[in-house]
């Protein structure tokens, strides 16, 4: 995983609430084995009509909106399927970041094991961001800050391992592991799956 | 005395191998890890790639169910119906299974079914245990007790390796539903009226509890199906405190334990119950007496109303995008919508009860002219009961399609689809955009809803033809 320490981006926003993993990522697009090359199926049946052209009224389809990498979404971005290969088509897309008032829980987990980093803000400022598409934000993951155009800053909240682990560019499986002799002596005193 | 306990509290505490700190998420052990063809290649390809193996197989059970056929497979030649990437993806199934000694229930076994059918037939799905699987519906399971929850594919990695995965202790959320559903009003209605009431972010961060007089009158079938759709609440997982019901449906089945033993974990189980005083982080009261039948209008679960109320009529983006998606008249009764499929089947409705249901509708009736109805036993064990009992022959007389086990309709991706524009009355469990088929319009209800409106033609209340 690339580690996040800062990020600096225009916005491009998608001012629906819900939107649910799969409008991220149609399933018909989930027969693949791989992870790569997803990013060409991200919000597919929003992006395009049904001959393949792109709609003219989607956000990313704005020529100014190609290079962002920070998406701004209505409240509870991602719920629905488990499917991880919705951060694995945002970040092949191109996003690094999510900011919206509220994130499902898989969609969260997900984001974060892949380097996505979901920013959750409060109201006001969620108003404030789906009102001004494009605007320039600076993120820095250590402070846990969203820098705004007027100078002004909020904090977001995020869990301490996962800014870690995004910061750091931490692998954790090889954490995981690392707990391999705690795991050992836990099935030795427990009937395990019994 | 000890503090009073929840049921999420006991099962938590059970499985913490390292506690959670600030810092850092707990280590937590998982008995048992359900796998499926679509979320696994990448977490397979991984452990490869760094010569890791499977730490527990024995706690590992595969199976095959969102890309498969619903047309009999005899050999990899009848994949060919589900497209190459989709055949591609179950011959690797078998062969990551194979390399890793992995047992799966594959195309050869009657055990094979949708993942959240078959463990809970097999008697693997436990009260007690942590139950994960890379399937956001894995909180079926929590109907016996089980803190059971979906997980990403990375995280499926983490469980093949280690069994154990990095988490923080979700809240906890108690539905209370008091008094006794209707006559005509089943498991299914209830639950699209909670996600209605709390909304489809009303559970996040918790693990719900369903509680109350109308819970304990529900069979284990029916407790699923509430549980099934806690994740459409948002919620982690749902969970049903086990008692006599959960007992009764485990006994005797292949994977739990047997003479003694069967006694000690029966007796083990019970005491995993909430704690009477226990405390939860929030609670909710629902009257089950108030429901009636429900169907969904837009395009998610909780856009739902009572199938004889009038479509809301809202001014905000999110719904006008729905009810453009849609092609629903707000201010009109939902029985205005003529139906062109109707889909009874999934983990949330393809068990032997459900199928009874619909049938029990259908009996002496026809599918209404240009309505095509599939039918879908969730596991092939369910299409073998429902066989047993006749229920093939009443879908055929009726005009629906009978079918081999699997997810088919539920998410389209073997070819089971819904034609762009066609409205679909489904007993799945989302009726997101594009779920059924690229521009498929799906309405979520009951089998005996779903049945009905099949034979009526559009979307109807089955209290109407009893
Ligand atoms: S039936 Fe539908 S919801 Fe259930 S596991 Fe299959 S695809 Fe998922």
Redesign the interface.
Known sequence: MDALTTLTSRTVVLPIRDIDTDQIIPARFLTTTSREGLGAALFHDLRFDQHGAEREDFPLNDPDARDCRILVAGNNFGCGSSREHAPWALLDYGFRAVISTEFADIFQNNAFKNGLLPIIVDVDTHNWLLAHPGVELRVDVEAAQLELPDGGSVEYPIDAFARYCLTQGIDQLGYLQKHSDAISSYEETHACGG | MAAARTLLDKVWA?HV??PET????A?L?I??HLIHE??T??AF??LRERGIAV??P??TLATMD??TPTTPVSSFRDLAVV?E??A??IR?MEENCREFGIELYGFDSEHRGIVHVIGPELGASQPG?TIVC???HTSTHGAFGALAF??????V??VL????L?Q?K?KSLAVNVSGRLPDGVTAKDLILAIIGEIG??GG??HVIEYRGEAIRALDMEARMTICNMS?EA?A?AGLIGPDDTTLEYLAGRPRV?QGADWDA?AERWLGLRSDDDAEFDRSVSIDAAKQQPMVTFGT?P?MVIGVNELVPDLDD??FR?AMDYMKITPGKPMSANAVDVVFVGSCTNGRLSDLQQAADILNGHKVADGVRMLVVPGSQQVKLRAEELGLHRIFAAAGAEWRESGCSMC???NGDTVA?GQLSVSTSN?N????QG??ARTILASPATAAASAVLGHVADPRTLN
């Not at chain 2, 997101?432 to 779920?435: I, N």
Request: net charge positive.
């Open positions: 059970d191998v390292v600030a810092a850092a998420p280590v052990y008995d048992l679509v979320t290649p990448q390809a991984l730490r527990r024995d706690l969102h890309s497209g990437s989709a591609n993806q690797q245990k890379g399937d956001s979906g997980i990403g594919t990375t995280e990695g983490h390796a280690t069994q154990c990095l923080r979700p489809v972010d996040t961060g994740i948002g982690r334990p974990a998610n909780g983006p999110t995008k998410l389209g991706m762009s989302r997101f955009e594009g779920r690229v521009g």
